[in-house]
């Protein structure tokens, strides 16, 4: 009979009995599994807890007590749901299962995978962690092995071959279960490809356990365990625990203070210091706990006769190693560097000595984050040496260790904000001018994953390795190259375009010499120099270097298709994005074309290889046709597209749904762009339920994916006139970046930023201003974080929302700061443009545009026009350089200094203006009328204005009927986006119509208007009340023209109704225009017969016209003057003549100034208001008086009845007659008659050319017709 064997290891002994086999993980080896044979095995993975609490004031206590082996809360706290996965994870399927636990540094990862295996143990698993870099055999129990692999991101070689073998199909099937479970701080998103490349996905969960800061509820039992154990453990009395105090520490920042290890360091902080504990943020308490630390460890260093500082410094140093070995050790000795230590000969054994020493090396400190701070402080302690430290601790190493230097430096930037850079400078110098340290380091240079923090170091190494002489050409240009993209990591866009240019042009030299051998690297090169070029703006150069790739590709590959068919297609795919960029869709669209057919023809020899890079290039096939105006095939390539996803979903749905969800999105707008509205919102609800659905069981991996479709869903669901839905969804899509935000905010806060704009746009949308400018303001405030720590890739963010900021400030009614927030946005493009001109000229020309109606708004006219010329000789350049690109903008921005001119009373200048903008339209019509039609109609509506004070009735009307016409036709096609505009080009054109004498015509088209903005305050109020009131306005005023006394009155009453409560909320907004209406009602109330009405409502108009003409004349100085016009005939109908001839002597002053900068506009309201003067001089018996003013409006009114008879002559008839009367009155009757034979001629020519009578006969006749 056959005894099981006990095998021993220390105080752990397993039974033979027990295992089934071994399973050989780690190192290169990968994973192997093998059938137990009997004999002596490794011993099974083990969790080290430590052994108790430490005792204090020994080295180490607070890194020990920060430790997770540490167990300083017995329980695990907040994390159930997660260990319930995980423990289901183990329990159930395949044999061998590999899974990823995902969480920022000191998010409680070991912890939870500690208490996984303890649970695990406790069913008869062998469970425990162990080391990637060094490969271990370990028992498989016959319940089953748990192995746990913590920061697989330092060893990615490992964990690919680990990958490789487990995905193997003809490896031995472990007859028991096997997981391996690795702990990183990185998304599973980041290491999909290395699955994918591995064929794993069989063997590895898609879905990771993602786990973020805890819960309030949460953090605060912990902060009470914590602080309570260690009070008890240290025999203090029981600690006064606040929670309500506790709850409001971590609101200063939960996705930061609620980290157990930041709230375990803050509980060990209270049990010491509790009165200061919570008034301290958790960086200023990790700096405490370090410092308390540092004092320790120094005094046992002295003791023993190191250094003053010598001990904390070498603990610190070693955070920049996994340890520090012997060798390291007796570098960091060198008296040269002053670091304190014992001569490198008595280093080593003076560490042994002190016990710090595990297997012949000196371990680094943990956990993660206060390692990192410690490292801080000793590099500040370090001063102008911290680079020799830093290169005596790395050496030729430092390379290697990439992934740990960027946990440093993203734990230290955790703490103490972007600013945070120590670390990375002292890389920097440890390198800079050192060709031989460059030699070592050049990693930092060549890898990819180095990113934009620790990119500095990489062109310091790259830098030093160009100074090297006798630099081979070929060695030279790799440098360059990698050179170049280190430096577009780092946002220095110029000097990365010098390096690229400069490698290819060494590769072209190589190319010469010998084209097979380097062809293909001087076509990656020309591919690298294309996406710099198109990110400094040289949209041209960038096509012209990407067509040169693909040339270069294409010859390669005929040589040798199997092998670079694959770079080609990708070269064509950039190609035909650079195309697009310049507009040569047409170009475009051949280059992406052709990627596809290269691509479905290497999907028919390898389906599964190149299938999904078939989907792929089909996406970017449906832009183009998109952009080419094939609606059709666009929808084509998109639903193909998504027919190859739905297939490869059903082979395996784990690896492809999240790209058909992709696809699916796409698919949606181009069904929308199709007119299918239906179909576009069933696509993104697909898309959205596919995301849910992994969201709800991969939240760290899938919740972005489906905060991004539901901005899309908003979108849709609020086309379809779902405003509440629309909302919804944006609100949670908000939700979701917030809460990912705040695990990780680098990763999160940009996207966070983009969805509370888009929340701000549809609160703004559903009248909600205030929770508009809520949203907006933080979506400001985290881009301007963002800006603060890399200003030339998130500065452009920032603009973007300041430029709403200023929109929802300008509508909550603060123009002041609507003002301060557009000339950010201009200072920022300005400060971009001048770096980046061909780039961001465009951005700096819009916002010059944008702060020019601020300023104009504001009331600084003068400013206003600076800021839009300066926008207009921009867009001017940028549209002889780019006509296709840039002219409508340009037409926009003559639009609007046609305006401010005319305001500054430049009147040619605003007509010049406006015409060079409606030509330009007009040309840009001719080429897209769907695009450009509603902005030819604008500016035709302008033009007709700037002609109208020109003095050019028919022109402005010709104008403004082609506006009518336009807009007429868009507003069938789709009425909610163009009723609107129609219904003031309809309210124009009645002026234009009454100013040409069509009576008839002007009634019918103010009666159109008014019949529209009747239905559109039906379904909007607050949107469109406003635009009903103008329109009753002048629909009185027509209807008075046309002798409806009585619906002219009923018209303007409902306008002013309408007016007055908005007058009331805004008064900035609707004052004037409620003045205006009052203006009208007074009219109409006098034609009437009610007097008293009539002047009460004059007098309240000027009430409120004269402080507003005093703070703006050039706005609102002649509304004013009409004012008093009218108040002058309601005071005379009351038989107040002083207060009448007052009033109107008011008006002559205003209109003489007024016709004085501007005689073509203001004449003919001056000779009306000296027409009235001379009556109401007559009344107070100033004959004299009256006789003067009268004739000075004779004279007036005969230029502008020669100039323009059909308009001018009646009025000129009527002031003649009066004249007559007057010159009758002081006995000259020759020159009454002579004024009544020149009135009665006139009168007798209107008849004969209108065919009725016009003779007025001699008597006074009052002016006194409505402004």
């Known amino acids: 009979m056959k005894f099981p064997r006990l095998f021993r290891w220390g105080s752990y002994a397993v039974s033979s009995e027990k295992i089934v086999g071994n399973v050989f993980v780690g190192s290169n080896s990968g994973l192997v599994y093998q059938v137990y044979d009997g004999r002596q095995p490794s011993p099974p993975p083990i969790v080290d807890w430590a052994s108790g609490l430490p005792k204090q004031g020994d080295p180490f206590e607070v890194f020990n007590l920060l430790s997770w082996r540490c167990r300083l809360a017995d329980d695990l706290i907040g994390r159930g749901p997660e260990l319930d996965e995980l423990l289901s994870w183990a329990r159930s399927g395949q044999p061998l ?59 990615r070689e490992q964990v690919r071959s680990l990958l490789r073998e487990a995905g193997r199909e003809d490896r031995q099937k472990p007859s028991a279960p096997v997981r391996i479970l690795l702990l990183s701080r990185r998304p599973f998103d980041e290491w999909r490809q290395d699955v994918l490349d591995a064929r794993a996905s069989h063997v590895c969960d898609a879905h990771e356990v993602a786990i973020r800061a805890l819960p309030t509820v949460s953090a605060t039992v912990l902060f009470k365990r914590v602080a309570s154990r260690l ?101 960091l000795a060198a008296p040269e560097l002053g670091i304190g230590l014992p001569a490198p000969q008595y280093v080593v054994d003076g560490v042994r000595l002190l016990g710090w020493c595990r297997d012949n090396r000196f371990p680094s400190p943990a956990p993660d984050i206060v390692a990192a701070e410690l490292l801080r402080q000793v590099l500040i302690d370090a001063q102008d040496r911290r680079a020799d430290w830093v290169w005596a601790t790395l050496s030729e190493t430092g390379a290697d260790h990439i992934e740990l230097l960027s946990r440093r430096m993203h734990d230290m930037v955790t703490l103490h904000g972007p600013a945070e850079r120590i670390l990375r400078d002292s890389l920097v110098e440890a ?121 270069i590709f294409q010859s390669v590959a005929q040589e040798n298709e199997s ?134 069981e991969n939240p760290g991996r899938f919740a972005a994916d489906l905060a991004m479709s539901l901005n899309n869903l908003s979108r849709s669901v609020g086309d379809a006139g779902d405003g ?53 303001r933080e979506a400001v405030e985290i881009r301007r974080r963002l800006a603060q720590e890399n200003a030339r890739y998130f500065a452009p963010d920032l603009s973007v929302s300041l430029n709403d900021l200023s929109l929802r400030l300008d509508d909550a009614g603060d123009s002041a700061g609507a003002l ?37 708004d504001a009331g600084d006219g003068a400013g206003a026009l600076v800021a839009m010329r300066e926008a207009v000789e921009i867009r001017r350049r940028l549209a002889q350089k780019n006509p296709g690109r840039f002219a409508s903008d340009l037409a926009n921005s003559l639009n609007d200094l046609s305006l401010l001119l005319g305001n500054a009373r430049d009147g040619a200048g605003a007509l010049a203006a406006i015409r060079e903008a409606a030509e330009l339209q007009w040309h840009l019509v001719q080429e897209n009328p769907d695009r450009f039609a509603p902005d030819l109609a604008t500016s035709l509506y302008n033009l007709s204005l700037h002609l109208t004070d020109a003095g050019d009735g028919a022109g402005a009307l010709g104008a403004i009927h082609e506006s009518v016409q336009i807009r007429r036709r868009l507003a069938q096609e789709n009425p909610g986006g163009f009723v609107p505009a129609l219904a003031a080009s309809l309210q124009a054109l009645s002026n234009c119509l009454d100013t040409e004498g069509d009576g008839p015509g002007a009634l019918a088209a103010i009666r159109e208007a008014v019949k529209l903005r009747r239905r559109l305050v039906q379904d909007d109020r607050d949107r469109f009340a406003a635009d009903l009131a103008m329109s009753l306005n002048n629909l009185s005023v027509r209807l008075g023209d046309a002798g409806d006394g009585a619906g002219a009155l009923d018209a303007i009453r409902e306008a002013v109704n309408i007016y007055s409560p908005l007058a009331i909320e805004d008064p900035g907004r609707f004052a004037s225009a409620l003045a205006m209406s009052l203006n009208n009602l007074s009219l109409r109330l006098g ?58 002597a008011e008006a002559v002053n205003i209109y003489r100034s007024l016709a004085k900068e501007n005689p073509g506009r203001f004449a003919p309201s001056l000779a009306k208001s000296l027409h009235n003067l001379s009556d109401r001089l007559k009344d107070t018996g100033d004959g004299a008086g009256a006789l003067d003013a009268i004739r000075e409006a004779v004279e007036i009114r005969r230029r502008l009845a020669h100039e323009n008879p059909d308009r001018f002559a009646p009025d000129l008839v009527r002031s003649l007659n009066n004249l007559s009367a007057h010159l009758m009155d002081v006995g000259d009757d020759a020159g009454a008659l002579d004024a009544s034979r020149e009135a009665a001629d006139i009168s007798r020519s209107l008849s004969q050319r209108h065919g009725n009578s016009g003779l007025h006969g001699i008597r006074r006749v009052s002016d006194g017709d409505p402004a």
Request: net charge neutral; with cysteine.
């Open 820 to 856: 301060i927030a557009m000339r950010e946005v201009v200072n920022i493009h300005r400060f971009l443009a001048e770096e980046n001109p061909d780039r961001f000229s465009p951005d700096l020309a819009s916002s010059l545009h944008n702060v020019s109606r601020r300023l104009a």
């Open 97 to 155: 299962r590999i899974r990823f636990l995902v969480g920022a540094g000191g998010s409680g990862k070991s912890r939870l995978a500690a208490e996984l295996a303890e649970r695990l143990k406790a069913q008869g698993w062998y469970a425990g962690f162990s080391a990637l870099e060094q490969g271990a055999s370990l028992p498989v129990s016959d319940k089953g092995l748990l192995v746990i692999l913590d920061y697989p991101e330092a060893w």
């Open 431 to 551: 390198v800079t001018g050192k060709p031989e340290r460059a030699k070592a380091w050049r990693g930092f240079l060549e890898a990819n994953a180095v990113g934009f923090r620790l990119s500095p170091v990489g062109i310091a190494v790259g830098q030093a390795l160009l100074g090297m002489a006798d630099l081979p050409a070929a060695e030279r240009a790799e440098i360059l190259n990698d050179l170049s993209n280190r430096l577009g990591d780092a946002g220095d866009g110029g000097p990365g375009l010098a390096a690229i240019r400069e490698a290819v042009e060494i590769r072209r030299r190589l190319v010469e010499m010998d084209q097979r051998q380097f062809a293909p690297g001087l076509a990656a090169s020309l591919n690298n120099l294309s996406v710099r070029l198109s990110d400094a703006g040289d949209r041209a150069g960038a096509v012209a270097s990407a067509r040169e790739a693909v040339d």
């Open 563 to 696: 092998h670079f068919a694959p770079d080609l297609a990708m070269s064509l795919n950039n190609l035909s994005a650079f195309l697009g960029n310049v507009g040569d869709d047409v170009g475009a669209l051949a280059a992406i074309r052709q990627a596809v057919e290269i691509r479905q023809r290497l999907m028919r020899e390898n389906p599964g290889r190149f299938a999904p890079d078939l989907a792929m290039s089909l996406n970017n096939l449906s832009l183009r046709l998109h952009n080419a105006g094939d609606g059709a095939g666009a929808l084509a390539a998109i639903s193909k597209a998504v027919e190859i996803r739905r297939r490869l979903v059903q082979e395996n749905p784990g690896r492809f749904a999240p790209d058909l969800a992709m696809n699916l999105n796409n698919l949606s707008v181009r069904l929308h762009d199709a007119g299918d509205g239906a179909g576009a919102l069933a696509a993104i609800r697909e898309a959205v339920t596919i995301r849910r659905r992994l969201a709800q």
């Open 1087 to 1144: 034609d009437a017969g009610d007097g008293a009405g009539a002047l009460d409502a004059i007098r309240q108009a000027v009430r409120i016209y004269s402080p507003l003409a005093k703070e703006d004349p050039g706005r609102f100085a002649r509304d004013l003057a009409a004012t008093f016009h009218n108040l002058a005939s309601c005071l005379h109908n009351a038989n107040d003549s002083a207060g009448a001839l007052a009033a109107i």
């Open 231 to 331: 009070a008890q453990h240290r025999g203090y009395s029981k600690p006064q625990l606040d929670g309500a105090a506790i709850d409001n520490w971590l609101s200063q920042s939960p996705e930061l203070y609620a980290l157990p290890l930041l709230i375990t360091a803050a509980a060990v902080h209270f049990v010491d210091s509790p009165d200061e504990t919570l008034d301290l943020t958790a960086p200023d308490i990790v700096a405490a706990l370090i410092d308390r630390e540092r004092t320790q460890l120094n005094r046992v260093g002295r003791n023993t006769g190191w250094g003053e500082h010598a001990a904390s410094r070498l603990v610190g140093l070693a955070a920049l190693l996994d340890g520090l070995d012997a060798s390291t050790m007796r570098r």
């Open 724 to 776: 509440a839905a629309a909302l919804a969804a944006i609100r949670e899509a908000v939700k979701i970046y917030r809460f990912l935000a705040e695990e990780n905010p680098d990763r999160f806060s940009r996207e966070l930023a983009g969805s509370l704009h888009n929340l701000s746009l549809l609160l703004a949308k559903a009248s909600d201003g205030v929770g508009a400018l809520v949203a907006i």
